[in-house]
């Protein structure tokens, strides 16, 4: 079993930065993949970024890509996501999810946290 605590979100301005942290906890949490997803309001939730449990492997959505920096200290159990240049539009709960292999695709991941709000105003 892993546990999952997202830490991070809040109100900013557009243009602002954010880091958001995945916290695992568990039985060998840090041989796990981490993924991090996003759920606008009315919309289905979808593929961040993702880091593989060495951090040697990370991939993105085509779209976030140079703006999103997903990077993980093993020591301390956590994967951050640095999200730049925000926009409205990525107004959304955040999420992190641990997997042994990782994915691109949310119904591969076995542990989910409960998420943080990030909002971006314009």
């Known amino acids: 079993q892993v546990q999952l605590v997202e830490s991070g979100g809040g109100l900013v301005q557009a243009g602002a930065s954010l880091r958001l942290s995945c916290s695992a906890s568990g039985r060998a949490s840090g041989n796990y993949a981490i993924g991090w997803f996003r759920q606008a309001p009315g919309k289905e939730r979808e593929f961040v970024a993702g880091?593989?449990?060495?951090?040697?492997?990370?991939y993105y959505a085509d779209s976030l890509k140079g703006r999103f920096t997903i990077s993980r200290v093993n020591a301390k159990n956590t994967v951050y996501l640095q999200m730049n240049s925000l926009k409205p539009e990525d107004t959304a709960v955040y999420y992190c999810?641990?997997?042994?292999?990782?994915?691109?695709?949310?119904?591969?991941?076995?542990?989910w946290g409960q998420g943080t709000q990030v909002t971006v105003s314009s």
């Open positions: 880091i593989s449990w060495s951090g040697r492997g990370t």
């Open positions: 999810a641990a997997d042994p292999l990782g994915s691109y695709y949310q119904n591969e991941y076995r542990y």
